[in-house]
Structure formats: C-alpha cells, structure tokens
C-alpha cells in the first residue's frame, strides 16, 4: 500500500543518511590519523605555456589512499575536510610540500612555479598570509614560485571581508600569484574582479569539456578569454583532453593549456620525465 510505501521511504532515507554519516566521521577520523603521519601523497599537472611550448607551472593535487577506506578522491575529501576544519591541516601539508619541491626544482636549474589550491576557511584566520610567508622563509623557497588558486566561493567571501582581502594583497606583494580557478561556473559577480589581487583566470574544464560540441560554448569561451585580456590577465584552460580542443583555445589566445591531453597529474619524477621530453 502507499502508506507502505511510505514507510519504506523513511526508513531507507534515514539508512541513507546514516550511512553517509558514519562515512564522513570515519574520513574525518581516518584522516586526522593520516595527517598525523603525513600519509598523504602529492601529485602534479603540468600547464604548457602556450608562447614556449613549455612547462611553466604545476598544480599540486592531493591524494590521499587510505589502509582501511581505499582511495579517497578530493572530491569527496576537500568537502569534508572544509566542514570539519581539517583543510588548515590538509593546507598548510601540501604548501610545505609545494615549497620543498619547488625549491628542489629550481636548486635541480629547472624553471618551474607550483600552484597550490586553497579555501577560503583557511584564509579565515588572520595569521594565513604570515603562515604562507613562514613557510616560504622555512624552505627557503622564493615568493614568485609559488602560486595560490582559489576559487569565486573564495572572491566572494574575499571581496566581504578586508581582513581577507588584505592577506592577498599582503601575499601579492610579496610575489605570490593569484589564479582564479573553476572560472565561469561559481556565483553571478563580477565585482570581486575589480577589488581582488588576482593575475591568472582558470576557466573550468566544464566549458572545455563540451566546447567541440557547442557553438554557444565556443561563444562563451572566446568571450571569457576576452574578458580575461581585456583585464590584462593570463587566461588558462583546464580539462583539455584533445589536440582539437587545444587548437581552438590557442586561437582564442588562452596564454596557458592544462588537462590530460598534456599529462594527467604525476609524480615529480615524473615531471622531470615530461620535462626532457
Ligand atoms: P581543480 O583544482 O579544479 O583541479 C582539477 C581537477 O580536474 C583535478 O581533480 C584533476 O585531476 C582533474 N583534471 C585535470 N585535467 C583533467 C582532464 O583533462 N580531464 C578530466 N576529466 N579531469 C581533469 P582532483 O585532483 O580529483 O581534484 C578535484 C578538486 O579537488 C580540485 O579541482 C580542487 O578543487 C580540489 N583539490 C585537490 N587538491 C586540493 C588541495 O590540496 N586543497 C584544496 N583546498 N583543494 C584541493
Ligand atoms: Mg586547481
Ligand atoms: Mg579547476
Ligand atoms: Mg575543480
């Protein structure tokens, strides 16, 4: 019957959630331990920079394949770590790798910068910009290899509130890029724009994803690169998995190419391979 029916529906909604539940405080737990033991693994996509030809930047991902729950994929972690506050623990472990490797890098003659993704919870505290300035002091790494991406969740809350905006400038001055990343997809404003420290825009892999297909895609690219130039900053595109969708974005004038058409991430031996290539 329906009343059945819906009897059924509660109950298995509510298994759902407890489900859902029991996994994220099994994460949260998990995770916690594996920070502890830095267990975490760092991997990285190259950028091809469009005028060279060559390796300009890497982005460091996170990876994490836990003993008990397998691979957890950041798209499921990033979210919970942002809820619990673990992402302050996830940030600042995958700045300090960044920093490290950066600085081997350029200690190894290889000219390359290191982008690291970050939320605006850890920009939330007020020491943010000192700690990143810390790190770079503590490595030894220089301010102009590194660079920030944040997303327009991010500018949004950015653009609110001055102590964050100030921790950017803060970073900028020192050298330090801004990328805004997931570009295109976020909240309807484009006033964070004239207000934020920001150098590079990402347009999300969305659009790339389904340029080839649509005209109206093709339009909105084009434009979002326009605008991009217009405001005299670099424009990158992500997600781009063929040569086709690589040749319509270079003559649109994106200034840098990113996505598995060049490299999936990778270990950083495994950029150095790429590098000789
Ligand atoms: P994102 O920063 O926009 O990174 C791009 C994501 O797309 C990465 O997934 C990358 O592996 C994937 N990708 C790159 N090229 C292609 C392509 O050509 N095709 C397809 N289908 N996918 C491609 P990943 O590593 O799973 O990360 C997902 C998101 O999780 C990231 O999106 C970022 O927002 C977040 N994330 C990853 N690591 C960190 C981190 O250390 N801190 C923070 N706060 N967020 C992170
Ligand atoms: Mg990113
Ligand atoms: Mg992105
Ligand atoms: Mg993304």
Redesign the pocket.
């Known amino acids: 019957s329906v009343r059945e029916a819906g009897g059924d529906k509660i109950v298995s909604l509510s298994k759902a959630t407890h489900k859902a539940l029991n996994r994220k405080a099994l994460i949260e737990k998990r995770l916690l331990q594996a920070l502890d033991q830095k267990n975490l693994k760092?991997?990285y996509?190259p950028q091809i920079d469009v005028k060279t030809g060559k390796i300009s930047v890497v982005?460091?991902?996170?990876?994490w394949e836990d003993e008990v729950m397998g691979v957890v994929?950041?798209?499921e972690?990033?979210p919970i770590?942002?809820e619990t506050g673990l992402?302050n623990n996830?940030?600042s472990f995958?700045l300090e790798r960044a920093c490290e490797q950066a600085l081997i890098w350029k200690k190894a003659g290889l000219h390359l910068k290191v982008a690291?993704?970050?939320?605006v919870r850890?920009f939330r505290d007020k020491n943010m910009a000192k700690s990143i300035l810390d790190m770079l002091a503590k490595t030894g790494c220089p301010a102009s290899l590194l660079q920030i991406?944040i997303?327009e969740k991010f500018a949004l809350e950015a653009e609110a509130a001055t102590f964050i905006t100030q921790q950017m400038r803060k970073l900028e001055n020192e050298g330090i890029v801004f990328v805004l990343?997931?570009f295109g997809i976020g909240y309807g404003s484009f006033r964070y724009m004239q207000i934020l420290p920001i150098d590079t825009l990402?347009i999300?892999?969305t659009f790339?994803?389904s340029i080839l297909k649509s005209e109206k895609t093709q339009k909105l690219m084009h434009g979002m690169v326009q605008l991009g130039k217009s405001m005299e900053l670099k424009v990158v595109a992500?997600?781009?998995?063929t040569a086709e969708q690589a040749d319509l974005l270079v003559t649109y004038g994106c200034d840098a190419i990113?996505?598995?058409?060049i490299s999936?991430?990778v270990t950083p031996e495994e950029i150095e391979e790429l590098l000789v290539k």
Do not use: C, F, H
């Open positions: 760092v991997l996509q982005e460091a991902l996170v990876r994929s950041p798209d972690l990033i770590a942002e992402i996830i940030g995958m690291i993704n970050s939320s850890e991406e997303t990343d997931d990402k999300d892999q790339t994803r992500e997600g781009v998995e990113q996505g598995y058409y999936k991430p």
